[in-house]
């Protein structure tokens, strides 16, 4: 999935003895966390996976706009490596929860023409960009990129061959998000020999009442075998993404998906705080409101991840992310390599992004681009033989700027000012003073420290990241009169 979307995801009868509501927990995971300043300081704010946020994107940007861009990359020798985003649309069924970008149909043949046209697009891309870097970097997500037979797999990864240089196995990072529901252990084989090395599964909850209430039933034997094979097969990272605020979900629920995540050993967790929009997901409206734990119990249950995953050695990445020690992840983010972008995070930084399909978004050097929503008007384009971006941005000195301080403040929760200011024509005192006046608060209710020479995030303030960017976020205070759109910050 990518932008705004939440990946694919509880059973109280053993009563548990939760925290205090003011308890301070100190996590191995790295983040610390404070039930009063998360209860007074959490509001709705955008994840930034993108700097400006998506929502900004225009339709004075088109389709020659993006060969501008492309062309730009060319005169500069087109140096960075490339990164591939697949968008595969469709899905089985729906969850309730669902805030992605999909079709929901059992009409298989839909996927058919869909190839055809995704196909082209790819050799259009290609032709963009021949002769300029590797692939480094591919990402597979929806909808179910599973819902494509193997033969469907086979022939698109061998198209995608053609078009591209792509780089070893043990270079690259190629990633597919998996429906555990679409998949057998033969099945997870097959990915791991079309080329893919991570493997990410939604899982969201364990619970089958849970289950139930989001129209998602999912074994847990299938899903445990499913992680079986994935490791049996050789993939380089399994990853698990669990959901917290779910309908019916409870304490003692989540506690024991934690548990089982946790004995199934995956290299990656991803906890994502349930954002309950209906307003702007038709899905989310079959919900029943009465079913919905309250903001407390999200609250406790935000703290009970973790502890959980501290105590079982993950790491805090950051923004809902927990990763082994050892993991690739942790790992950039100790050496300050850690990237963040529409797949969440990465090792993978100075990458240009291709996006390929409906609603993908890409970014290439200075500009982002999303391409239009519906399959009609992704078919009528490329038809006239035009790829079929519907809007972007091109950011200017400020964006980047902003872009590259909001990037570092999320992967690595510090910012050299002196580096900055090495980077960009300011001086950062002068340039932020406004910012800098209102981050004083902050710094008081020890989220943040300002020094001379660097911008940190303290424990305290790591839950509450995003609050520290938007700070920084100039387009914020135009999203606002537009509406809500963002989901809550914890
Ligand atoms: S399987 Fe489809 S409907 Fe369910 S969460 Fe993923 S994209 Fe949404």
Redesign the pocket.
Known sequence: ?QAA????MARPIIPIQPAPATHTVQAAAGAEFDAELLRRLGKSGPRYTSYPTADRFGTDFGYRDYLHAVAGLRTRGGARPLSLYLHIPF?D???Y??A?N?I?TKKRDKAVTYLAYLKREIAMQAALFAGMNEVEQLHFG???PTYLSDAQMDDLMAHLRRSFRFAPDEAGEYSIEV?PRTVSAERVHTLRRQGFNRISL?VQDFDPEVQRAVN?IQPEHETLAVIEAARAAGFRSVSIDLIYGLPKQTLDSMRQTLDKVVAANPDRIAVYHYAHMPHLFK?QRRIEEADMPSSDTKLRMLQLCIERLGAAGYVYIGMDHFAKPDDDLAVAQRQGRLHRNFQGYSTHADTDLVACGVSAIGAVGATYSQNVKTLDEYYELLDQNELPVARGFRLGMDDLLRRSLIQKLMCQFEVSIPALEQAFPIVFADYFAPELARLRQMQDDGLVTIGPDWLSVTMKGRLLIRNVCMVFDRYLAMARAEGPRHSQTV
């Not at 979307?5 to 694919?8: T, Y």
């Open positions: 999935m979307a939440f990946p694919a899905c069924t729906v969850c929860y669902c992605c999909k929901v929806g909808g179910t429906d939604g998602r899905p």
